[in-house]
């Protein structure tokens, strides 16, 4: 098993020698520790005492209390440092002035799911964009893509719909670091931020999570297990849509169903190679909030077999097309609001291109869209090269 270090570590290790004497913020959660469970506010303050003046925490909250979507988060105090908590999603989603006034330097330790479709992205982009007009110097503090730098998939978003849920032109499965992301976002995007990324040692583009011998920390509520964030790419877009995305059960987005699901016609649905790399179960769930909380639901769990043949959003997005011809007017997208837009279709958010509902909606086989987005993949794949760390 390989040996990460993080980077949270490796500033514990020297690099922080180079911070003395300045203000330090840090946006952090529940999830930012070392491989010993430290939390990384820990870790910075017993390297550099009395350094750390503010944190900040991203959605639900940087305690990870908030469960649902779309709840934003109070700012608060943190009793041991005796400093101030912000909250980047409440009335604001970026570091204001008066915040930055009280740093020198903003240090970013999230981790993220390595799916488009994350909020996490979006606050650093944030904090880049603040950064940058206040004068600040921003640090990213480095940690694995769990689904790996390797694999891409996905349609690339297109400018006219980036979004809280999607702020740059990446695919559904992006394969870049949380390291990687804040370098494109600043050189594509010409934010100008005094950018400094501490990368980790050890970790190879080809890993998945499970071949980094870390455990998994909940980055999220409802990304509770490695296995969550397999199945994410694909199950996310149930949440564009009126099926359950599990939210409210105890493997969210691992299962997913509605009250009016007919499994067994949804099956004889399926394109051919739509489960390829895994296996729909059926079952019976009642969600306890979120969308149809209370009442039961029939869907199914879904088990990945083998993560080589698995590409987990051709396989959601071949379910829901075998759910809409199955189920017609029963179907229904989702309204507005969603992560902060109030006009344009949720789906259409979180797909990155009107055209792929379109398509669905008319019966176009998921396979022959999914050839349309390759020549996009490739082009993607080595435009990202330029800015790789590993």
């Known amino acids: 098993m390989a040996h990460i270090a993080l980077g949270i570590e490796a500033l514990a290790e020297g690099a922080w020698k180079k911070l003395k004497g300045y203000r330090l913020g840090l946006l952090s959660n529940q999830a930012s520790v070392d491989s010993r469970f430290r939390a990384s506010k820990h870790v910075l303050s017993d390297v550099l005492p009395g350094h750390p003046k503010a944190l900040f925490g991203p959605q639900h909250g940087h305690q990870g209390r908030e469960q649902d979507n779309m709840l934003e988060t109070e700012h608060g105090h943190d009793p041991g440092l005796e400093i101030p908590i912000f909250s980047l999603y409440s009335s604001v989603r970026e570091p204001t002035g008066e915040m930055l006034d009280l740093l020198d ?5 999230l981790q993220d799911v390595g799916t488009r479709v994350y909020t996490f992205a979006a606050t650093l982009l944030n904090c880049l964009r603040a950064a940058s007009r206040a004068g600040k110097r921003v640090i990213v503090l480095d940690r694995p893509n769990p689904l790996g730098g390797q694999i891409l998939e996905g349609n690339i978003l297109r400018p006219e719909l980036y979004s809280f849920v999607g702020p740059f032109s990446l695919p559904m499965r992006h394969g ?3 390291g990687e992301m804040a370098s494109v976002f600043n050189g594509e995007l010409e934010i100008g931020c005094d950018l400094e990324v501490i990368p980790m040692r050890g970790w190879r583009r080809w890993m998945l999570w499970e071949d980094t011998g870390l455990r998994w920390i909940m980055p999220s509520p409802n990304m509770p297990l490695w296995d969550t964030a397999q199945v994410y790419p694909g199950q996310v877009i149930w949440e564009g849509t009126n099926l359950s995305e599990g939210r409210g059960t105890c493997r969210p987005f691992e299962i997913f169903g509605a009250p009016y699901l007919d499994t067994r016609a949804v099956k004889r649905g399926l394109e051919a190679k739509a489960t390829a790399g895994c296996f729909l179960q059926e079952v019976f769930f009642r969600p306890t ?6 009442e039961p639901c029939s869907g199914f769990m879904i088990h990945v077999l083998d993560t080589g043949a698995y590409n987990p959003y051709y396989t959601a997005l071949s379910v829901l097309r075998a759910v809409m011809e199955t189920h017609g007017e029963q179907f229904q997208w989702k309204d507005p609001p969603y992560e902060y837009e109030f006009e344009k279709l ?5 797909l990155g291109d009107p055209d792929i509902r379109i398509e669905i909606e008319k019966g176009t086989p998921v396979c022959v869209l999914r050839q349309r987005w390759e020549d996009d993949l490739k082009d993607y794949s080595e435009w990202r090269a330029s800015y790789f760390l590993y």
């Open 105 to 109: 330097i903003l240090i970013v330790d």
């Open 346 to 350: 949720p789906i259409d958010m979180i």
């Open 176 to 178: 870049l670091t949380m």
């Open 289 to 294: 909030f979120n969308k149809w909380a209370g």
